[in-house]
């Protein structure tokens, strides 16, 4: 899932959630060579925090290279919000250890002091798996996810295969669980079926661990299947090469859970010593708009109240301007983000909001660039896009260009920012629903598909609507030009 926990439902707050008061916590902005942190710990235990989570993401790029040799590992900062109060986290959501939620920046994840570190493992596996695979079926995303959270370094050791917490109630009971066959091909709404969605992540985690953990010869099978997937092959296709002749594979996976005792895949590593963090402290504003961030997962209608504050503690500050555009899009985003750019010309995520501002005034309402040509203001604001490349090359970034170029129905040069965007970040999924677009309008159906599948597989349960409703769309083009295809 693209989340660190399903979200649950959200119980009302005993405190107001708009804080005058938050900038007088003292946060920090602490980033290492992987990890970006902000937090309101004091500075030696932000410090320490800061490098253990280098030190989680070294040990998965580790053992990750056991599921997918010689590829490098992700590139982008790992983003993460940790609250020194759980009192403050709950006021935000409660019910969870963790969460994520999408942020201009990124996907940003938020724990708690005492809470979350193998929420925090679970989605950093998912960052590796849309990194280094092509495609993932439900079930691999999901079973790889909960197999390496519970990955632990000891003596010299770094060793997988522990039980799940969460999930020992599904060890050796007698209930429903789908068969090998069901939870191979269940698509992302059954999976996360609210019902049966405990039963699905076991029966994930149970192949999984049945897989890379049991046999030798199922073991390299199971990693021939990944690498075929990774290469770009079909489920279907990457499945029946590895598991051919492998008969009792249904049979040992149904009775998998009776057994008394789990084996554990163990392999020499030790903690690495990450490099002296940069720290720096964050200014008033600054702490109030990442609690404004943090009010828009759960109380959006605050975020208003909570920017005025931010006005009241920082007035000189002219991020205010940016963040009031982006967090709030008023009728006046634009004019807000000319204010910005003219004290701050070259930020580039100002560029960049500009842009995407912009495209939401020149556009109709429910406009659909499949079936529609590019409104007059779309042309309008090419100079704008012309800034945001001189400024920027991430891969958001990118990909607000490729947006743009694929609304103006000019896939030759969209196509060159599109795929620099995935290259830079394959685990984007928005990125991939513009390759997807692109490759649409050029008439390159085939690889429209395969894109868009990514994209779809990527968001998972959290796809727009429109990210499925073009999904269709590409399937049922390709039938139609490619009678003998097999569009999934």
Same mark, same amino acid.
């Not at 979200?7 to 920090?28: E, S």
């Not at 632990?152 to 917490?165: E, K, S, T, Y």
């Not at 021939?224 to 489920?235: E, S």
């Not at 049979?251 to 008394?260: A, E, G, I, V, W």
């Given at each position: 899932?693209?989340?660190?926990?399903?979200?649950?439902?959200?119980? %009302?707050?005993?405190?107001?959630?708009?804080?005058?008061?938050?900038?007088?916590?003292?946060?920090?902005?602490?980033?290492? @060579?992987?990890?970006?942190?902000?937090?309101?710990?004091?500075? *030696?235990?932000?410090?320490?925090?800061?490098?253990?989570?280098?030190?989680?993401?070294?040990?998965?790029?580790?053992?990750?290279?056991?599921?997918?040799?010689?590829?490098?590992?992700?590139?982008?900062?790992?983003?993460?919000?940790?609250?020194? *109060?759980?009192?403050?986290?709950?006021? +935000?959501?409660?019910?969870?250890?963790?969460?994520?939620?999408?942020?201009?920046?990124?996907?940003? =994840?938020?724990?708690?002091? &005492?809470?979350?570190?193998?929420?925090?493992?679970?989605?950093?596996?998912?960052?590796?798996?849309?990194?280094?695979?092509?495609?993932?079926? /439900?079930?691999?995303?999901? %079973?790889?996810?909960?197999?390496?959270?519970?990955?632990?370094?000891? &003596?010299?050791?770094?060793?997988?295969?522990?039980?799940?917490?969460?999930? *020992?109630?599904?060890?050796?009971?007698?209930?429903?669980?789908?068969?090998?066959?069901? +939870?191979?091909?269940?698509?992302?709404?059954?999976?996360?079926?609210?019902?049966?969605?405990?039963?699905?992540?076991?029966?994930? $985690?149970?192949?999984?661990?049945?897989?890379?953990?049991?046999?030798?010869?199922?073991?390299?099978?199971?990693?021939?299947?990944?690498?075929?997937?990774?290469?770009?092959?079909?489920?279907?296709?990457? $499945?029946?090469? !590895?598991?051919?002749?492998?008969?009792?594979?249904?049979?040992?996976?149904?009775?998998?859970?009776?057994?008394?005792?789990?084996?554990?895949?163990?392999?020499?590593?030790?903690?690495?010593?990450?490099? @002296?963090?940069?720290?720096?402290?964050? /200014?008033? &504003?600054?702490?109030?708009?990442?609690?404004?961030?943090?009010?828009?997962?759960?109380?959006?209608?605050?975020?208003?109240?909570?920017?005025?504050?931010?006005?009241?503690?920082?007035?000189?500050?002219?991020?205010?301007?940016?963040?009031?555009?982006?967090?709030?899009?008023?009728?006046?985003?634009?004019?807000?983000?000319?204010?910005?750019?003219?004290?701050?010309?070259?930020?580039?995520? &100002?560029?960049?909001?500009?842009?995407?501002?912009?495209?939401?005034?020149?556009?109709?309402?429910?406009?659909?660039?499949?079936?529609?040509?590019?409104?007059? %203001?779309?042309? !309008?604001?090419?100079?704008?896009?012309?800034?945001?490349?001189?400024?920027?090359?991430?891969?958001?970034?990118?990909?607000?260009?490729? $947006?743009?170029? !694929?609304?103006?129905?000019?896939?030759?040069?969209?196509?060159?920012?599109?795929?620099?965007?995935? /290259?830079?970040?394959?685990?984007?999924?928005?990125?991939?629903?513009?390759?997807?677009?692109?490759?649409?309008? =050029?008439?390159?159906?085939?690889?429209?598909?395969?894109?868009?599948?990514? *994209?779809?597989?990527?968001?998972?349960?959290?796809?727009?609507?429109?990210?499925?409703?073009?999904?269709?769309?590409? /399937? @049922?083009?390709?039938?139609?030009?490619?009678?003998?295809?097999? @569009?999934?």
């Amino acid at each position: 899932m693209k989340r660190l926990l399903p979200l649950l439902a959200l119980a %009302g707050c005993a405190h107001p959630v708009v804080r005058g008061d938050i900038h007088q916590r003292g946060w920090l902005l602490v980033e290492t @060579a992987h990890i970006s942190l902000r937090t309101d710990l004091g500075r *030696s235990d932000a410090i320490a925090h800061a490098r253990r989570l280098d030190q989680i993401w070294a040990a998965l790029a580790h053992v990750y290279d056991l599921v997918a040799p010689g590829s490098p590992p992700p590139s982008q900062p790992f983003r993460v919000i940790h609250l020194a *109060s759980c009192g403050d986290f709950e006021r +935000i959501h409660s019910d969870v250890d963790g969460f994520v939620f999408g942020s201009v920046e990124g996907d940003i =994840a938020v724990t708690c002091e &005492g809470r979350g570190e193998a929420a925090l493992f679970h989605e950093l596996a998912h960052i590796f798996n849309h990194h280094h695979f092509s495609r993932l079926p /439900r079930w691999v995303d999901e %079973g790889l996810a909960t197999y390496y959270q519970t990955l632990a370094v000891r &003596g010299g050791r770094a060793i997988l295969g522990n039980f799940p917490p969460g999930l *020992s109630d599904y060890w050796n009971r007698q209930r429903w669980l789908p068969s090998l066959d069901e +939870i191979r091909h269940l698509k992302p709404v059954e999976f996360y079926d609210p019902q049966r969605i405990g039963a699905n992540y076991f029966s994930a $985690w149970k192949l999984v661990h049945l897989l890379n953990d049991t046999e030798k010869d199922r073991q390299r099978r199971f990693r021939a299947y990944l690498a075929a997937l990774r290469g770009g092959a079909t489920d279907e296709e990457a $499945w029946g090469t !590895a598991f051919a002749g492998d008969e009792s594979l249904a049979d040992d996976y149904l009775t998998y859970q009776r057994r008394d005792r789990l084996n554990r895949l163990i392999t020499a590593y030790r903690w690495t010593e990450p490099s @002296a963090p940069r720290v720096r402290r964050l /200014r008033a &504003g600054e702490a109030h708009v990442l609690w404004a961030s943090l009010l828009r997962v759960a109380h959006a209608d605050q975020v208003a109240a909570q920017l005025d504050r931010a006005a009241r503690a920082d007035p000189h500050w002219p991020g205010l301007l940016y963040w009031r555009a982006v967090l709030l899009r008023p009728p006046n985003s634009v004019r807000l983000l000319r204010d910005y750019l003219a004290r701050e010309p070259d930020d580039p995520k &100002g560029w960049q909001a500009l842009v995407r501002a912009r495209m939401r005034t020149v556009l109709p309402a429910n406009h659909d660039p499949l079936d529609r040509p590019p409104p007059p %203001g779309v042309l !309008a604001m090419q100079d704008d896009v012309r800034k945001l490349i001189e400024h920027s090359d991430t891969a958001n970034a990118l990909n607000e260009i490729g $947006w743009y170029y !694929a609304v103006a129905h000019n896939p030759n040069t969209g196509l060159n920012f599109a795929l620099r965007a995935v /290259r830079t970040e394959p685990s984007c999924a928005a990125c991939w629903d513009t390759v997807a677009l692109l490759y649409y309008e =050029a008439g390159k159906l085939d690889l429209a598909f395969e894109a868009q599948e990514r *994209s779809a597989g990527i968001y998972a349960e959290y796809a727009p609507r429109e990210v499925n409703a073009r999904l269709e769309r590409y /399937r @049922a083009a390709l039938r139609r030009t490619q009678p003998g295809a097999s @569009a999934r």
